[in-house]
């Protein structure tokens, strides 16, 4: 697995989940992003990733502009196409140049009962199509008051053993969201995302040397006036957004902290 095509040294990603709720709103947000291209860091990669609905729209937006296209989902069933209603596979994706794709956040793991089984496919699809992967982790409330945090990462990070295995070619980024931090106002703090990076570091390294450079993000009511901390805090390469990137001057400031 290669993630040598990974360049830069911090990365900004937009979750807009199912928002906003029409056509507009979601260009004119891209566009308002993309007038300030020009004073975008160079080392940080900015990605969003809005609904399938507005995937075309916003990319029409940023064709001229350093910022790239992500899906928030994946088919599992198959790579190109097929009989699976109400899918969208990952030849689809990149056809209309999506270069990114978000699998296994934690509303897709408890709304969709998404297992490794399913994410592994999706991994393998996004693969076979180019597609560079955000793997999402974290633990629920109940799981990190009992001192389970870093066994339910090992086994959501387990995933990545078979690709590791298969010598698959995958541009790869984790993305860590606790889940009790998810829209509820509360956050980690940079030392507790430091250390969890670490151990997620560790154990990626224990499956390859090929991930021990894996980017390792923070997610989880990230704003404009936490973002410093976190870009100042160790073993953390950046940060998914999720409400927060929803207004471009907030979005505008989180980038701006990893500059």
Request: charged share 10%; aromatic share 6%.
């Amino acid at each position: 697995m290669s993630i040598s095509a990974i360049q830069p040294t911090a990365w900004v990603i937009a979750n807009w989940k199912m928002h906003p709720a029409n056509q507009t709103i979601a260009t004119n947000l891209a566009h308002a992003l993309c007038q300030r291209a020009d004073t975008l860091p160079d080392r940080v990669q900015v990605v969003i990733a809005p609904s399938f609905l507005h995937l075309t729209q916003v990319g029409q937006q940023l064709e001229h502009c350093p910022i790239a296209l992500a899906a928030q989902d994946v088919c599992a069933h198959r790579a190109d196409t097929g009989a699976f209603t109400g899918d969208i596979s990952a030849q689809m994706l990149a056809d209309i140049g999506v270069k990114w794709v978000i699998i296994g956040h934690s509303e897709r793991r408890e709304y969709a009962c998404e297992n490794n089984t399913i994410l592994a496919q999706k991994i393998a699809n996004a693969q076979q199509a180019g597609l560079g992967v955000v793997l999402c982790v974290g633990e629920t409330q109940a799981q990190f008051e009992a001192g389970q945090t870093h066994a339910v990462l090992a086994e959501q990070l387990a995933v990545l053993k078979d690709s590791v295995q298969n010598n698959h070619d995958l541009s790869l980024l984790i993305a860590y969201e606790p889940v009790w931090a998810i829209g509820s106002g509360q956050v980690a703090s940079p030392e507790q995302a430091s250390a969890i990076h670490g151990f997620i570091h560790d154990t990626l390294t224990s499956y390859g040397q090929s991930l021990a450079n894996t980017p390792i993000l923070y997610g989880g009511s990230v704003k404009a006036d936490n973002a410093a901390a976190f870009a100042q805090a160790a073993n953390v390469a950046g940060v998914l957004v999720g409400g927060a990137s929803l207004d471009a001057a907030s979005f505008y400031q989180i980038i701006q902290a990893f500059a």
